[in-house]
C-alpha cells in the first residue's frame, strides 16, 4: 500500500540544524511532484518546499529561503528536507506530500513529524 514515512524530527536550539527525510513506497515516487507542508501550533497547514519529479526545479516559502533546501533520490524513493539556521517560529509538525505528474489525480500524504526549536 501506499505509504510516506517522515523521519528526523526532534527539538533543537535556535541557530541549529535538523535533516528531514520521506520515505515512499506503494507507488511510483519518480513521477510525483514532491511537497513539505508544515502546520505550526494553532495556525494553518502551509508549503514551506516543493520539488519536481527530476528534482531540477525546486520552489521556496519566502520564511525559509536561504536556510532550507529540499533534495529527493529518485533511486531511494526518498525526499529531503535539510533546515538550517533554525529559528523558533519554524516549530511545526512537518508533512510530506506526494501529488503525481502531470494530472495531479493522487494525493498523498505522510503522518507528520513535529519539529521543535527552543532553548
Known amino acids: 500500500q501506499v505509504q510516506l514515512v517522515e523521519f528526523g524530527g526532534g527539538l533543537v536550539q535556535p541557530g541549529g540544524s535538523l535533516r528531514l527525510s520521506c520515505a515512499a513506497s506503494g507507488f511510483m515516487f519518480s513521477s510525483y511532484i514532491m511537497t513539505w507542508y508544515r502546520q505550526p501550533p494553532g495556525k494553518e497547514r502551509e508549503l514551506v518546499a516543493r520539488?519536481?519529479?527530476?528534482?531540477?526545479?525546486?520552489n521556496y516559502a519566502d520564511s525559509v529561503k536561504g536556510r532550507f533546501t529540499i533534495s529527493r533520490d529518485n533511486a531511494k524513493n526518498t525526499m529531503y528536507l535539510q533546515m538550517n539556521s533554525l529559528k523558533p517560529e519554524d516549530t511545526a509538525v512537518y508533512y510530506c506530500n506526494a501529488v503525481n505528474s502531470p494530472f495531479g489525480t493522487n494525493n498523498y500524504w505522510g503522518q507528520g513529524t513535529q519539529v521543535t526549536v527552543s532553548s
Open positions: 520539488i519536481s519529479i527530476s528534482g531540477r526545479t525546486t
